[in-house]
């Protein structure tokens, strides 16, 4: 079967027209430490003091202390 190039710029259009993207923004940070219940967590630039924290393994944090470059969280059934 030969295509010419119309019915090829058409069917890019239609899978073009037909595609659909979903994107969703993330805040990550790299867990740097785990020391007594605290989590030293760099790269959260827009968390704020008390909020809640995913970590892996479907587990959360709370965000306590916020330094520029690097923020703790406490968790305290860390094993």
């Known amino acids: 079967m030969q295509l010419?190039?119309?019915?090829?710029?058409?069917?890019?259009?239609?899978r073009i027209a037909q595609f659909n993207v979903v994107s969703e923004a993330h805040n990550?940070?790299?867990?740097?430490?785990?020391?007594d219940g605290v989590i030293r967590i760099h790269g959260l630039a827009d968390c704020m003091q008390g909020e809640m924290i995913s970590l892996p393994g479907n587990r959360y944090a709370i965000a306590l202390n916020l330094e520029r470059e690097?923020?703790?969280?406490?968790?305290?059934?860390?094993l």
Request: with cysteine; hydrophobic share 30%.
């Open 70 to 78: 690097c923020g703790s969280a406490t968790y305290p059934d860390i």
């Open 4 to 14: 010419n190039s119309t019915e090829i710029s058409e069917l890019i259009k239609q």
């Open 28 to 35: 990550e940070g790299t867990i740097v430490s785990v020391s």
